[in-house]
Antibody
Framework: EVQLVESGGGLVQPGGSLRLSCAAS????????MHWVRQVPGKGLVWVSR????????TYTDSVKGRFTISRDNAKNTLDLQMNSLRAEDTAVYYC???????????????????WGQGTLVTVSS | QSALTQPASVSGSPGQSITISCTRT?????????VSWYQQHPSKAPKLMIY???NRPSGVSNRFSGSKSGNTASLTISGLQAEDEADYYC?????????FGTGTKVTVL
């Protein structure tokens, strides 16, 4: 069974830093692209960042570029999100998600979020 | 990144069918094959319901179906049940970035 367990959330002051982690199990972690998605309580989902399977390529949404860094440790089956220069608007539940991918003889399917963790709440406030 | 617009709310009675729309605001056609849909119950993590416009993951009820016409993707729930009451989000991938829709609250009357 695929399991994604986030940790590291909490209360941090504006301008501070926080590091989120996601422990993965039940699948071959090194074979999958991984993502972070956030959600302000009561609001919609917002994609934050993704990292490819070997960690050599990353992408971020504009609002976190230069402040957040996604990384992974394929030996430890963990995904991280280092968040610096935090702002009040970064307050949200942060989910890690595994990107679905599989190919048939004729087509490949990808770019969707197949599995999600339970989320960890980050609150940026003084 | 272009936004995906969904109706704020949709409601129906048990047994009825409802359809949730998801409309792109940009004219990029290529990436719209990567449309997926997610169900989220209160205080729960999202759950994948449809991927690549119309493909249903194993374990998802066949009452859920997806389609696309032009710049609008749709999720249809047939035989509406009380357990279908939740928030639903579409998502797309274009030019290296993912985007979610604005979300639709489904109410079972």
């Amino acid at each position: 069974e695929v399991q994604l367990v986030e940790s590291g959330g909490g209360l941090v002051q504006p301008g501070g830093s926080l590091r989120l982690s996601c422990a993965a199990s039940g699948f071959t972690f090194r074979s999958y692209w991984m993502h972070w998605v956030r959600q302000v309580p009561g609001k919609g989902l917002v994609w934050v960042s993704r990292i490819n399977s070997d960690g050599s390529s990353t992408t971020y949404t504009d609002s976190v570029k230069g402040r957040f860094t996604i990384s992974r440790d394929n030996a430890k089956n963990t995904l991280d999100l280092q968040m610096n220069s935090l702002r009040a608007e970064d307050t949200a539940v942060y989910y890690c998600a595994r990107e679905g991918t599989y190919c048939t003889s004729t087509s490949c399917y990808e770019k969707y979020f197949e599995n999600w963790g339970q989320g960890t709440l980050v609150t940026v406030s003084s | 990144q272009s936004a995906l617009t969904q109706p704020a709310s949709v409601s129906g009675s048990p047994g009825q069918s409802i359809t949730i729309s998801c409309t792109r605001t940009s004219s990029d056609v290529g990436g719209y094959k990567f449309v997926s849909w997610y169900q989220q119950h209160p205080s729960k993590a999202p759950k994948l319901m449809i991927y690549h416009v119309s493909n249903r993951p194993s374990g998802v009820s066949n009452r859920f179906s997806g389609s696309k016409s032009g710049n609008t993707a749709s999720l249809t729930i047939s035989g509406l049940q009380a357990e279908d009451e939740a928030d639903y989000y579409c998502s797309s991938y274009t030019n290296g970035l993912h985007v979610f829709g604005t979300g639709t609250k489904v109410t079972v009357l």
